[in-house]
């Protein structure tokens, strides 16, 4: 399991990314504006991401894996519930 400081630095890094993006657009958030945002340093960034296109990539890659966690319990219900299986 990972370490609390490990989630909270990534959440601010996550919440910083996203909010920049929303109010400057991808192209315009640099690495320094995500550090500013979630007042970290750029080597904490560096120690998590290679970069913000990576950052971008591991962020969807777990709105994806919460989307498809929620279809299949979707898919469970439906079966439980003998609608169709």
Known sequence: MSDLRVKKTKAL???AFIELV???GFDNVTVK?????AMINRNTFYLHYLDKIDLLT???NEVFLEQES?????GDIIC??????
């Open 80 to 85: 439980i519930n003998n609608i169709t299986c």
């Open 58 to 60: 591991k962020l969807a």
């Open 70 to 74: 929620t279809i299949n319990l979707t």
């Open 22 to 24: 929303e109010a400057k």
């Open 13 to 15: 890094i996550k919440g």
């Open 33 to 37: 504006d995500i550090c500013n945002k």
